[in-house]
């Protein structure tokens, strides 16, 4: 009985991964196809397509999607940082209905969150503020939940004795955050970073909205294109993407070291 | 006034209606270990945390060296603290936790070094200065914790329950340790337990205390010897406590009889002891078990039945039933264990002097 239940998990984990890596092997191998058609030979792979995408075409937008991304990161890590810090470590009066109230975009679809800005910015006559500023803006409301959430979840894991035993040493408060509170929840805040970074690199829903000519993000780029050619040089850039956001997960985890608050330890 | 490190006067501390420290005064000299010893609940962390500065009390005064504490926040107080679960930062060094203090005044670097080789000797963790907490053993961290708590120089120190968490062996060890690094500090310890045995070990003072009051504040062998209320003789060792329904005074002789029992003791005359005793406190040691007539002259004797032995090891606990409701225990050595069995009868003798009088 246990080797069948121990059969049965290690293939259904076996199909969960194929599941979710096979279409990746399919656009990688795409990528690499010798013709403008999408074909399967891996005798005839090249790397052409891949050079193509050294043009402003899809340089400017990544460029763009970056910048936004590194800003929104930055942002939600600090606005989410003093919030979560003021909701979960002071107990501010009405620090439920606080988080609740960072947490409420969470409940509003991105589209209807996208159309809403939209009307707002143009019946406010600020309809200059679409590209960039609209996309960080947006970016950040639809980021905040989750870095405020993972922020505050490691202030909740934080060990109040620890505060004290530094207080009672003498430390005053501005330093027991930078010296003890701040490097303890360094995992959270790194996580919470990464996630916004790559909600809002990724992001198509919104950004659909606020984009505008000459300041367009690269998935939406990859949309736009997509509707008259539907030719390897997508594939590339979705792998490239790939490619960049592993990198970046892997830089912010060297530096913030949260896979310990994800497997549950600490460094 | 200046050697008087830490006072207390009428220290009060409720939380709505609950009474957690009622109107408790207390003074401790410079360099004296002081134990608070109760029960859990009994308000001594609370008064702990008080003198620290992390609860504020809600009415009376806590002086430091003279100085009264309200409004002096807990950073500014200059006092050492020892926790109960240690709380040394994870991210640090064994060298950098101990550092902290210092560190955090602003000492220049050469003296921190040197003040934190100095405290990790004393505490004797040479060579485990770039050791981080997790890596070392419970009763290694426990003493990382007091090198930490000691390198900046407090000159009080408070312990809450630090020894609680190390097992029996190394907590007996560690005792005779902290009370050698406090007599070479010279520095004001207060120590907090629920422990009477590691209270006992240390103290210069211990202070009992019970439901938010001081019980009896005293040497600990007069605490022991001299318990002022049945909590206090019940609390601290073992011991055998009979309610009192009467007491005689013929002469310079002391009667007292044992309620619900036609048991009459006599009590040595050196106790003044209360006109209204409701209780007598018999330690079990002081309680002999004679075999023939080889006993003490003037001694009270009884006789009784063993109800129930319990091997301790290098002792016995002895159950004698010397009434229906009346049982007295009685600590002897093993070695008699032969001759004693469950059900054998036996004789046993108190010592008048032996018998406490307690009024509660």
């Keep these: 009985m246990n080797r069948l239940l121990s059969g049965l998990?290690?293939?259904?984990?076996?199909?969960?991964?194929?599941?979710?890596?096979?279409?990746?092997?399919?656009?990688?191998?795409?990528?690499?196809?010798?013709?403008?058609?999408?074909?399967?030979?891996?005798?005839?792979?090249?790397?052409?397509?891949?050079?193509?995408?050294?043009?402003s075409k899809w340089l400017d937008p990544f460029i763009l999607s970056v910048k936004i991304a590194v800003i929104v990161s930055l942002v939600s890590g600090?606005?989410?940082?003093?919030?979560?810090y003021a909701v979960a470590y002071e107990k501010c009066p009405g620090s439920e209905a606080i988080m609740a109230f960072l947490l409420s975009p969470l409940a509003v679809p991105q589209i209807v969150k996208g159309v809403a800005i939209v009307l707002f910015l143009s019946s406010a006559g600020l309809y200059t503020?679409?590209?960039?500023?609209?996309?960080?803006?947006?970016h950040i409301v639809l980021t905040l939940p989750f870095a405020a959430r993972m922020i505050a979840t490691s202030i909740y894991n934080f060990d109040k004795n620890l505060d004290r035993a530094a207080q009672i040493l003498g430390a005053s408060k501005w330093q027991r955050v930078r010296h003890i509170l701040l490097p303890l929840i360094k995992p959270g805040l790194f996580s919470g970073m990464t996630f916004a970074f790559i909600i809002s690199f990724n992001n198509i829903p919104l950004s659909v909205f606020l984009v505008r000519p000459g300041q367009t993000t690269l998935p939406i780029t990859v949309i736009n294109y997509m509707e008259y050619s539907l030719d390897p040089v997508l594939a590339a850039v979705n792998v490239a993407s790939l490619i960049f956001i592993l990198t970046t997960i892997f830089l912010f985890e060297k530096l913030g070291g949260f896979s310990a608050q994800i497997h549950g330890g600490s460094k | 006034m200046?050697?008087?490190?830490?006072?207390?006067?009428?220290?009060?501390?409720?939380?709505?209606?609950?009474?957690?420290?009622?109107?408790?005064?207390l003074s401790i000299p410079k360099g004296e270990f002081v134990s608070l010893l109760g029960p859990s609940g009994c308000g001594k962390t609370t008064t702990l945390n008080m003198i620290a500065g992390f609860q504020q009390p809600t009415g009376g005064e806590i002086r430091i060296r003279g100085r009264n504490q309200a409004g002096v926040p807990p950073e500014k107080r200059n006092i050492g603290l020892v926790f109960q679960n240690y709380a040394l930062f994870p991210h640090m060094t064994v060298a950098?936790?101990?550092a902290f203090g210092l560190r955090m005044k602003g000492a220049p670097r050469a003296e921190i070094d040197q003040t934190v080789n100095t405290a990790l000797k004393s505490v004797h963790l040479e060579g485990f200065e770039a050791h981080y907490p997790k890596e070392l053993s419970g009763g290694q961290q426990q003493r990382t914790a007091?090198?930490?708590?000691?390198?900046?120089?407090?000159?009080?120190?408070l312990l809450d329950e630090p020894l609680s968490n190390l097992d029996l062996k190394l907590r007996e060890a560690m005792r005779v340790e902290l009370k050698e690094i406090q007599q070479q500090l010279a520095m004001t310890f207060v120590y907090v337990t629920h422990d009477q045995e590691e209270a006992?070990?240390?103290?210069?003072?211990?202070?009992?205390?019970?439901?938010?009051?001081?019980?009896?504040?005293?040497?600990?062998?007069?605490?022991?010897?001299?318990?002022?209320?049945?909590?206090?003789?019940?609390f601290i060792g073992k011991s055998n406590i009979l309610p009192v329904s009467a007491v005689r005074a013929t002469g310079d002789q002391r009667e007292i009889t044992i309620n619900h029992s036609n048991i009459s003791l006599a009590v040595g005359s050196d106790q003044a002891g209360p006109p209204a005793a409701r209780f007598c406190c018999i330690r079990p040691e002081d309680v002999r078990i004679i075999g023939g007539e080889a006993f003490a002259e003037g001694a009270n004797v009884l006789d009784g039945t063993i109800s129930k032995i319990v091997n301790l090891g290098a002792h016995l606990d002895l159950w004698v039933t010397v009434d229906r409701d009346i049982t007295i225990k009685a600590l002897v050595r093993?070695?008699?264990s032969d001759q004693l069995k469950t059900g054998n009868h036996v004789s046993i003798s108190i010592a008048p002097a032996a018998i406490r009088l307690l009024h509660e």
């Design chain 1, 9 to 55: 998990f290690w293939i259904s984990l076996c199909l969960i991964l194929a599941f979710i890596t096979l279409p990746l092997l399919v656009v990688v191998a795409a990528s690499l196809s010798p013709s403008s058609m999408v074909t399967f030979s891996p005798a005839d792979w090249t790397m052409k397509w891949y050079a193509a995408l050294w043009a």
């Design chain 1, 78 to 84: 600090v606005l989410g940082a003093l919030g979560a």
């Design chain 1, 129 to 138: 503020l679409l590209g960039t500023p609209g996309l960080i803006a947006g």
């Design chain 2, 2 to 25: 200046s050697d008087i490190d830490i006072e207390l006067i009428s220290v009060r501390k409720t939380y709505g209606n609950a009474l957690v420290v009622g109107d408790i005064s």
């Design chain 2, 96 to 98: 950098e936790n101990v």
């Design chain 2, 146 to 157: 007091l090198a930490r708590a000691i390198a900046p120089r407090p000159s009080v120190l």
């Design chain 2, 200 to 234: 006992m070990a240390m103290s210069d003072r211990v202070v009992v205390m019970s439901g938010g009051v001081i019980a009896q504040e005293d040497k600990p062998e007069n605490i022991y010897n001299a318990p002022r209320t049945s909590f206090v003789a019940d």
């Design chain 2, 334 to 336: 093993s070695s008699r």
